[in-house]
T-cell receptor, first 111, second 116 residues
Framework: QKEVEQDPGPLSVPEGAIVSLNCTYS??????FMWYRQYSRKGPELLMY????GNKEDGRFTAQVDKSSKYISLFIRDSQPSDSATYLC???????????FGTGTRLQVFP | DTGVSQDPRHKITKRGQNVTFRCDPI?????LYWYRQTLGQGPEFLTY????????KSRLLSDRFSAERPKGSFSTLEIQRTEQGDSAMYLC??????????????FGPGTRLTVL
C-alpha cells in the first residue's frame, strides 16, 4: 500500500462546477500538507500549504485537512477551463524535508 | 523573475552516455531538492541539500547518480551510464528556512530526459 493514495481520474466537470479532489494517507507522522497544480509537461505549481487540521481558503481554492481520518481535500469553486490540469497532493513529516506525493488527479473543465 | 530555473529543459541521449543537469534555486533559498517524475505518477524524492550539505538521499539514487551543490548555490545532478529506465522528468525545488513555512517547496520547470 502506498503512503499516499489519490484517485487518478480523469475527472470531467462543466465550467462553474465545484470540484472536490481528495487524498488519503497512512502515515500519522505527516504534519505538512500541500496541493500542487501541474500543467502538461510543466513543473508543479504550489497552490495551497497547510500544517494543521481545518480549512484554509485562498480565492476559489479551499484546502481541508482532517488528521484524525488521515484525509485531505481541495475544493475549487466556480471552476474554469484554465483549471484543467493534474492536481497533486503532497505531504511530509516534521523530521524530514522530503515530500511524498500522490499520483495526481487529472481534471478537465469543459466550457 | 527569480523562480527556480533548470537547464537544459530537454535532453535526448543514447544509452550508456553520461548526462548532467543544472538547477538554480530561488535566491536566498537555502534548501534544494531533486525529484524524478515518470508519466502518470507523482514526483519521487531523490535527494536534498541544506546549503552545500547533502542531508538525505533516497534508495532510488543508485550509485550511477550523483548530486552536488558547491558553495550552497546552484546544484547539479549527474547520471552516469544512462539506462532507458532513467527516462523521466527531473524536477528541482527549493524552499526557504522560514519558521512556519518549512517544506513549502517551489518547483522549477523540470528537465525531460529521454534515453534511447
Amino acid at each position: 500500500q502506498k503512503e499516499v493514495e489519490q484517485d487518478p481520474g480523469p475527472l470531467s466537470v462543466p465550467e462553474g462546477a465545484i470540484v472536490s479532489l481528495n487524498c488519503t494517507y497512512s502515515n500519522s507522522a505527516f504534519q505538512y500538507f500541500m496541493w500542487y497544480r501541474q500543467y502538461s509537461r510543466k513543473g508543479p505549481e504550489l497552490l495551497m500549504y497547510t500544517y494543521s487540521s481545518g480549512n484554509k481558503e485562498d480565492g476559489r481554492f479551499t484546502a481541508q485537512v482532517d488528521k484524525s481520518s488521515k484525509y485531505i481535500s481541495l475544493f475549487i469553486r466556480d471552476s474554469q477551463p484554465s483549471d484543467s490540469a493534474t492536481y497533486l497532493c503532497a505531504m511530509s513529516s516534521y523530521n524530514t524535508d522530503k515530500l511524498i506525493f500522490g499520483t495526481g488527479t487529472r481534471l478537465q473543465v469543459f466550457p | 523573475d527569480t523562480g527556480v530555473s533548470q537547464d537544459p529543459r530537454h535532453k535526448i541521449t543514447k544509452r550508456g552516455q553520461n548526462v548532467t543537469f543544472r538547477c538554480d534555486p530561488i535566491s536566498e533559498h537555502n534548501r534544494l531538492y531533486w525529484y524524478r517524475q515518470t508519466l502518470g505518477q507523482g514526483p519521487e524524492f531523490l535527494t536534498y541539500f541544506q546549503n552545500e550539505a547533502q542531508l538525505e538521499k533516497s534508495r532510488l539514487l543508485s550509485d550511477r547518480f550523483s548530486a552536488e551543490r558547491p558553495k550552497g548555490s546552484f546544484s547539479t545532478l549527474e547520471i552516469q551510464r544512462t539506462e532507458q529506465g532513467d527516462s523521466a522528468m527531473y524536477l528541482c525545488a527549493s524552499s526557504p528556512q522560514t519558521s512556519g513555512r518549512e517544506n513549502e517547496q517551489f518547483f522549477g520547470p523540470g528537465t525531460r530526459l529521454t534515453v534511447l
